[in-house]
């Protein structure tokens, strides 16, 4: 550790420094069932109780009631996510197999490295509450992951931090005296991860190339070094230290090169700067920004006080830009890859948790608090804990007969339970180290603009009972990561509510528009550059190009602006080139009320929730098919095409809640 740390200081004076401070159908019941049940009728009450039924949480609408920034102490809010962790551990030990692996409810197979995660979890809980099966169950549920690894790179962290906290607190219980030995051998052989197969491993041997497996991987080799020598010789270990603080000096200088430094908050009641994005170019999802700070944050944590400063700085600017573009509702996934999935709410608590612990600031530390809880609130009704733990993505909480229909591929219930209790677990030490400091806000608290305009492209706007977001680029086939006016939420009776349905997941690349029709060819929007103004003006400007991420080739001189339209309405003003045909393309819940005007819509939901899209132009209407989104099952489409006449004459179109 102290050879990594010396390594790490090389490097710090070429980093850019912008903080000066550190601021499966079941097969038979669970073992131990039966024993369990009781308690957890007791105990995980809560678990149990609190299931929200479908319909009243996703249609969407009914999101937690904004937490206030004052929520609790650091203490209060450990004591919420241990809460949390107990009673999903405790929900998901009745669904252990003989094997020690957890069935997936839907998918009926078993979880990937979720499995070890939700073991620790069970061996953490089981000792606080002097459990010894849901100890033993917990290593027998690591034991398997250490005989059959996925080689990915999470399990390599998670058993290698499980390693060192189970050889300090179960050093004299017998199973894990029997089982340590397995995991140590699995973790020595397992050496730094890397990634093999794919574009992905293009990337991973590629210096310039940044994704966030580079990252699991450089924090899996400091835990594993952080073992020390248990079952090599000295020569050995030192070779192997040697070995993993090569690579993972090189991935944490590129982590801190590749983190943002243009990101800002602008608006009289919460203004800053320092803020920056750390993703996976060159789509930059919002979900894994979230995952790279939070994995950043562990590092600089490792670290202590040996962290570089530029690298503890590059986590610093990380952690306000979760803030920054964090809606009023908790929610820090709202577009691309990972769209609203239950493993990043529980990233940004365990990132803004470390935030706070580490800075020093404590205007900063109050504004990761307040960050935290707004998260915590977000796990405890969105993704409310039930029979299996907590909800994939927001729509199956509570649902009876759950499908993965809008949710990536990769995703399931046990892989991303485990990977949330995990950061839950660690975001409950910090919280319990962490000073208290006074009330602050987030940026979605007050009005003003947090603007990206380098990484994600995107700004985030608050202006009295409005929040949304806009995205400049449009960078994928996938319609989550689509252009221009992509999440809206609307604050009635003190709760934050979306205003709108959140972008589906798509097969090929479909668009909210405005696209430009041309000779049967459909070119999406895609903007060169995005500026804004603290009073919620945001101009892109850019062209069309015939493919997602593209450069423009169309157009390429066009400025679309976007500006509050009215208390609940967002507008959208371009001026037309010669004779074109837009198209514009709206989403709404199958089931919803359509009314059809000459010059747009009026939608009215299953829940009552309404939304307006009015141009200043005839537009002609078709339907546009049926999607799936991680925040609903069904969403029905309209497209809406306007043709232009020609001149200078400008588009003009309005969204109104």
Not at 102 to 129: C, K
Not at 167 to 173: M, P, R, V
Not at 354 to 370: C, E, F, K, M
């Amino acid at each position: 550790m102290t050879e990594l740390s010396e390594a790490l200081f090389r490097y710090e004076a070429t980093i850019p420094n912008a903080l000066d401070s550190r601021d499966v159908q079941e097969q038979g019941i669970g073992r131990h069932t039966a024993r369990r049940l009781g308690a957890l009728l007791l105990t995980g009450a809560i678990a149990l109780g609190t299931t929200v039924a479908k319909d009243a949480l996703f249609s969407d609408t009914a999101i937690a009631q904004t937490a206030p920034a004052s929520a609790g102490t650091p203490q209060i809010l450990a004591g919420q996510t241990n809460t949390l962790v107990t009673s999903v551990t405790e929900a998901w030990a009745t669904h252990q197999l003989p094997t020690g692996q957890f069935l997936d409810p839907v998918e009926g197979r078993v979880g990937g490295y979720g499995g070890s995660m939700i073991g620790q979890a069970m061996i953490e809980t089981g000792v606080a509450n002097n459990d010894e099966t849901l100890v033993q169950d917990g290593i027998e549920a690591e034991l398997h992951e250490a005989n059959n690894p996925n080689n990915g790179g999470f399990e390599k962290f998670s058993l290698a931090s499980a390693y060192i906290w189970n050889q300090t607190h179960l050093a004299s219980d017998p199973n894990w005296q029997a089982a340590q030995g397995v995991v140590s051998s699995f973790l020595r052989a397992s050496g730094q991860a890397t990634v093999t197969s794919g574009g992905e491993a293009t990337c991973y041997a590629e210096q310039n190339c940044w994704d966030n497996l580079k990252l699991v991987n450089a924090y899996a080799g400091i835990e594993l070094a952080a073992m020390g020598p248990t079952n090599q010789s000295g020569v050995a270990a030192a070779s192997h230290e040697a070995a993993l603080t090569s690579v993972t000096e090189k991935v944490l200088k590129q982590a801190s090169i590749n983190t943002g430094t243009d990101a800002s908050r602008r608006g009289s009641g919460l203004h800053f700067g320092n803020a920056g994005i750390l993703s996976d170019p060159t789509r930059d999802p919002l979900a894994y920004h979230e995952l790279s700070t939070m994995l950043l944050g562990h590092v600089v944590e490792a670290l202590g006080s040996r962290t570089p400063r530029a690298l503890d700085a590059a986590f610093q600017r990380s952690a306000r830009a979760i803030l920054g573009l964090m809606a009023p509702d908790g929610d820090g996934a709202y577009i691309g890859r990972g769209q609203g999935q239950v493993w990043n709410v529980a990233a940004m608590t365990d990132a803004l948790a470390i935030a706070a612990h580490d800075t020093s600031n404590p205007v900063w530390r109050g504004r990761y608090l307040a960050g935290v809880a707004r998260t915590l609130t977000r796990l405890e009704t969105v993704y409310a804990p039930g029979p299996y733990g907590l909800a994939l993505v927001p729509r199956l909480a509570g649902d009876p007969n759950p499908n993965y229909l809008g949710v990536d591929n990769y995703a399931n219930t046990v892989q991303y339970n485990g990977l949330a209790l995990w950061e839950l677990d660690d975001a409950t030490q910090e919280l319990q180290n962490t000073q208290t400091a006074p009330p602050e806000s987030i940026g979605a608290d007050t009005n003003g603009v947090f603007i990206d305009p380098s990484h994600t492209q995107f700004a985030a706007v608050r202006k009295g009972d409005l929040w949304w977001a806009i995205h400049a680029g449009d960078t994928g086939a996938d319609a989550r990561y689509d252009f221009g006016l992509v999440a809206a939420e609307r604050l009635i009776n003190g709760t934050w509510l979306p205003a709108m349905p959140y972008r589906p997941l798509t097969d090929i690349k479909t668009s909210g528009g405005p696209v430009l029709v041309s000779h049967n060819e459909h070119l999406v929007p895609v903007g060169n550059t995005i500026t804004a103004s603290a009073n919620g003006v945001v101009k892109i400007d850019g062209g069309w190009s015939p493919s997602a991420g593209g450069a423009p080739s169309v157009d390429k001189n066009t400025q679309w602006v976007y500006r509050p339209a009215g208390k609940n309405g967002v507008n959208l003003s371009f001026q037309e080139k010669g004779s074109k045909n837009y198209q514009f393309q709206v989403w709404y819940e199958e089931g919803s009320k359509v009314k059809v005007t000459s010059k747009g819509l009026n939608v009215v939901e299953p829940d009552g929730r309404q939304e307006t899209y009015l141009f200043n132009k005839s537009v002609s209407v078709l339907p546009g098919g049926l999607y799936h989104s991680a925040y609903d099952e069904n969403l029905a489409s309209s497209i809406l095409t306007m043709r232009t006449k020609g001149g200078d004459n400008t588009v003009s179109y309005t969204t109104e809640f």
